[in-house]
C-alpha cells in the first residue's frame, strides 16, 4: 500500500497473475499526481492490474472511494502495460471531476 504524497488518499496496487515492479509502482504514482486537486474527497484508490489467461494484455481496475460513501469503478483493457495505465488515469480523473462537479450542483 502506497499513500499518496501531500494527501490522505490510500492507494492499493494489486496483481492478479501479475506482480507490478517497482517500476511499474512509480510509473503509477507519477500518473496519479495528476489526482491531487482531489485530495479532499478521494479517500481511496483500488487499483487491480490482471494479467489475460488467453493471448496477450492487461485488464485494469480501479475502484474509487469518496468521502459521501460513492464508489465508482472504471476499466481499460490494453496489450501495453504503461500505455493502459496512462489510459486509466486519465479515465480516473474524468470520474473524480465528474463526482466533484455533482456534488457542487446540490
Not at 501479475?18 to 509502482?25: A, G, I, K
Not at 504514482?29 to 482531489?38: R, S, V
Not at 476499466?75 to 473524480?96: R, V
Request: one cysteine or more; proline letters at 1%; aromatic letters at 10%.
Amino acid at each position: 500500500m502506497t499513500i499518496v504524497k501531500g494527501g490522505l488518499m490510500n492507494l492499493t496496487v494489486r496483481g492478479i497473475r501479475y506482480n507490478p515492479s517497482d517500476e511499474t509502482r512509480e510509473f503509477l504514482d507519477k500518473k496519479l499526481q495528476k489526482l491531487q486537486f482531489a485530495e479532499g474527497y478521494l479517500h481511496d484508490l483500488d487499483i487491480v492490474i490482471t494479467r489475460e489467461t488467453e493471448g496477450q494484455g492487461f485488464h485494469l481496475d480501479a475502484k474509487l472511494h469518496f468521502s459521501w460513501g460513492t464508489i465508482k469503478m472504471v476499466s481499460y483493457d490494453c496489450y501495453e502495460l504503461y500505455e493502459g495505465i496512462e489510459l486509466l488515469t486519465d479515465k480516473i480523473e474524468a470520474t473524480a471531476r465528474k463526482e466533484k462537479s455533482k456534488i457542487k450542483e446540490h
